[in-house]
């Protein structure tokens, strides 16, 4: 059999393990009403809650399918699909799939063919994110009992210690924006196009963020991922074909 990332087996598995999570979370609903029911709750208040909350959700999984039309050019849609919709985080999964890509020397906008280097980028994405999993339940009290003894301590302390982590996770994300900037000083500008969409996005962000303070526009701050998201990618088109 001719191997393919769209193949429909993958659809097959990929589908079942989504139908499963899917199960769980329709299960997990139900006894949250009939909790809510028990305790005096009153209906329209449960469905006001149950609305504003699936109106809201729109705005992440539009996040989440850009991702995935992003990563399927080479990975197909199953992977993809997979990776985003159960563990998988959108700014990790990307940059996992394309770091993988460039150590295989694989065209990172071309359709993988080959099944060793395909597993590779599944197991590469996979692990990565499982590690969180794995070190969640043993280390994340400790480290908030820690960081809550800090803001016992002295609060200004804390908070600077929060921003510098926070900080610090996104410098990782930034190293991989602007690893290849010195490449314009040897006349090739490709290494820019990442710079010129994350300054783009940053800008449409931005905007967001005053338009939903100073206008009152409170929902624009769930959709202003997704704005940024497809403005950056629509703006990656012309700034490719200017500085490729």
Known sequence: ME???????????VGVIIAAVLAQSVYFLLRALKRAKQIGIKSQTLKST???AAVFTVAPAVAVLVGVVALSKSLGIPLPWLRLSVIG?????TVAAGNTLE?????AGSRITDPSAFVTI????????????IFVPFVTKKIQGGMNKIGLKDKKWSEIFNNAMFLGM?????????????????????????????????????????IATKAK?????????????ISGMAFAIPVTGWLS
């Open 3 to 13: 191997f393919s990332v769209n193949n429909p087996i993958l659809f097959i598995l």
């Open 50 to 52: 149950i609305i504003s």
């Open 89 to 93: 985080s959108l700014t990790y999964e």
């Open 103 to 107: 150590a295989l020397k694989l065209d």
């Open 122 to 133: 599944l197991w590469v994405m996979t692990l990565g994110i499982a590690i969180g999993l």
């Open 170 to 210: 996104i410098s990782a994300f930034l190293g991989y924006v602007f690893c290849d900037v010195t490449l314009a000083f040897k006349g090739d500008y490709s290494g820019l196009i990442p710079v010129a969409v994350m300054f783009l996005s940053a800008a449409v962000m931005a905007v967001c963020g005053i």
């Open 217 to 229: 526009v409170r929902w624009l701050t769930d959709y202003a991922l997704p704005i940024s998201l």
